[in-house]
């Protein structure tokens, strides 16, 4: 018997030439997904730039994008430094980001065993419902809020129980109560301030939520844009409290995605074991690093943004009849559309004559409702110009 022989290439040319016949037995390989996966509404995310230039045909510079709280000012410029000499990208990065978090521990005075770094804090929500959740086991949702934490109980295949808010976007303690009453949930999500209306929630409401048999999950993604001190600390002393914090908006690096979160010391240590080890790559760490050797910089920013929003909200209030802007804490204002208008045409309207993005939400409680992010004042302007023209 004579074989033939064939260099790799051949080899992998030959295989590719026959594939093997088909086997029938699998139709559909939907049938490996896990069942509650299969019908899930998918996440609506914001549209890139690039995507939106394409579909407008206005160039990337020209669109005045005021779709997803992103800060304009962008990061501090030793993160640019940083990055542009970045050493070692061959080598995975730090598993436990210890410089990250000794340098968030000096910050903001908590010390570094109560701290966890994620892949943006979205990853974080993810990860706290996986340790926590088993299936069909519930969380407290208080809606309008911030849309990832019904969705990713979804894909956990945990159960939602909806408190919706009151009035001013208030929370229904009594609500609350009754829920964990009656569902016996693990989490409960809170977000101060909140998004997409910028309320707080006060230390009274949530000091009264924590004596609640569940665990208190603290959102404080925008904090910095509040009058009010982060709750931080406060794990020191709550077992069932955590906060997550994030880079994206303070420090304008929505892009490298790092979160952060501090945790009880009973919680921390157990979630140690089962956080991927490389979750957070090297140039996120040295971002971060980065940002937090200029953190007058962050702050100088985070002043300009609150100036602006008074600015802005002063200006719907005085020249566009058909918005009413909410109070805000953060760096958005949620505005109702009075006059008998459609929210999603003057999204549409705005977008595709003058290339300003703004949020619309199509959800019941908001549909007549878009949120729109503070901008540099430019972007203000240039906003305001294009609502007045569309009276």
């Not at 009849?321 to 804490?329: A, D, V």
């Amino acid at each position: 018997m004579r074989c033939r022989h064939f260099t790799p290439c051949q080899a992998a040319e030959t295989r590719l030439a026959h594939p093997p016949p088909a086997r029938p037995s699998v139709k559909d390989a939907r049938v490996f997904i896990r069942p509650h996966l299969r019908n899930l509404a998918p996440y609506k995310p914001i549209v890139p730039l690039d995507v939106i230039s394409a579909r407008l045909g206005f160039a990337e510079k020209d669109i005045v994008k005021l779709d997803a709280n992103e800060n304009p000012y962008g990061p501090p410029p030793e993160v640019t430094a940083a990055l542009a000499s970045l050493e070692y990208p061959n080598i995975y990065p730090d598993p436990e980001s210890r410089a990250l978090c000794e340098g968030l521990s000096r910050w903001h005075g908590i010390p570094v065993e109560h701290l966890m770094v994620g892949a943006g804090a979205d990853e974080l929500l993810d990860f706290i419902m996986r340790c926590v959740l088993e299936p069909g086991e519930y969380i407290v949702d208080c809606p309008p809020t911030f849309t990832m934490y019904a969705y990713d109980a979804a894909v956990n295949a945990a159960r939602v129980c909806t408190v919706p808010r009151l009035d001013g976007f208030r929370l229904d303690i009594k609500g609350i109560k009754k829920a964990v009453e009656e569902v016996r949930p693990k989490i409960l999500f809170l977000t101060s301030p909140n998004n997409p209306d910028g309320s707080i929630v006060s230390d009274e409401d949530i000091l009264e939520l924590l004596e609640l048999p569940v665990l208190v999950v603290f959102d404080e993604a925008y904090i910095e844009f509040s009058d009010e001190p982060s709750k931080m600390g406060w794990v020191q002393q709550y077992e069932n409290l955590i906060v997550l914090r994030t880079f994206s908006k303070c420090a304008a690096l929505a892009g490298m995605r790092l979160g952060y979160g501090a945790f009880p010391l009973s919680l921390i240590e157990v979630l140690w074991r089962a956080k991927q080890p490389y979750n957070v790559t090297v140039a996120t760490q040295v971002a971060g690093l980065a940002a937090m050797r200029n953190i007058p910089y962050i702050e100088r920013v985070r002043d300009l943004l609150v100036v602006e929003r008074e600015r802005l909200s002063a200006a719907l209030l005085e020249q566009v009849p058909y918005l009413r802007p909410f109070p805000s804490h953060a760096n958005f204002l949620l505005c109702r559309v009075t006059d008998g208008r459609d929210a999603a045409a003057l999204r549409e309207r705005l977008a595709r004559e003058y290339g300003v993005m703004i949020r619309h939400y199509s959800t019941p409680d908001l549909q007549d409702c878009v949120r729109i992010s503070v901008g540099k004042p430019e972007h203000t302007d240039k906003l305001i110009a294009a609502l007045v023209a569309l009276q």
